[in-house]
T-cell receptor, first 115, second 110 residues
Framework: GAVVSQHPSRVICKSGTSVKIECRSL??????MFWYRQFPKQSLMLMAT?????????EQGVEKDKFLINHASLTLSTLTVTSAHPEDSSFYIC???????????FGPGTRLTVT | DAKTTQPPSMDCAEGRAANLPCNHS???????VYWYRQIHSQGPQYIIH???NNETNEMASLIITEDRKSSTLILPHATLRDTAVYYC???????????FGRGTSLIVHP
């Protein structure tokens, strides 16, 4: 149980374009979802937290207009990187937490490369 | 959340026990010790957590010192697939994880 999926697993896009990453909780309802970013040889850093039906809360230094988060249902959250630049190339990982517990379950990650 | 300190890297022979230490000297009474690991290019995987008693599950054992200022994660019979970065995180139950820190890169060799 407690499986979180992400799609796509890898994506390459051109500079200036937008790319959407999906995060799904497959066997539970996720009242809260989290988005992390991990640059090479660095640790995961939280970007934002979203509760279903509410606006996301962004960590300091993360531009909300650049990283659009939508948590429209209890099983799906999306992260859209708008006007992507090469410095946005990173490993993006989502995490979901069911309402019945405080545990975080992590997705497999999405490798974004902006050329 | 309290800060943790882990050695940057360790290695272990396959089949032997891997003992990964973590210092958390500023841990508060209501903070739990959590361990996760991240295999290369994958998302973090939960391993185990505990408050003050030692814990064991199918993956590992967690030994927490009596003063709770340090802990050790034990993989009893390490395999090559246990090669990963292991993160020790201290947090209040119910709080989210803001950052994983640097962790310990464990390499299990044949």
């Amino acid at each position: 149980g407690a499986v979180v999926s992400q799609h796509p697993s890898r994506v390459i896009c051109k500079s200036g374009t937008s790319v959407k990453i999906e995060c799904r909780s497959l066997d539970f309802q996720a009242t809260t979802m989290f988005w992390y970013r991990q640059f090479p040889k660095q640790s995961l850093m939280l970007m934002a937290t979203s509760n279903e039906g509410s606006k996301a809360t962004y960590e300091q230094g993360v531009e909300k207009d650049k990283f659009l988060i939508n948590h429209a249902s209890l099983t799906l959250s999306t992260l859209t990187v708008t006007s992507a630049h090469p410095e946005d190339s990173s490993f993006y990982i989502c995490s979901a937490s069911p309402g019945s517990s405080y545990e975080q379950y992590f997705g497999p990650g999405t490798r974004l490369t902006v050329t | 959340d309290a800060k943790t300190t882990q050695p940057p890297s360790m290695d272990c022979a396959e089949g032997r026990a891997a003992n990964l230490p973590c210092n958390h000297s500023t841990i508060s009474g209501n903070e739990y010790v959590y361990w996760y690991r991240q295999i290369h290019s994958q998302g973090p995987q939960y391993i185990i957590h505990g408050l003050k008693n030692n814990e064991t599950n199918e993956m590992a054992s967690l030994i927490i010192t009596e003063d709770r200022k340090s802990s050790t994660l034990i993989l009893p019979h390490a395999t090559l697939r246990d090669t990963a970065v292991y993160y020790c995180i201290v947090r209040v139950e119910g709080s989210y994880i803001p950052t994983f820190g640097r962790g310990t890169s464990l390499i299990v060799h044949p």
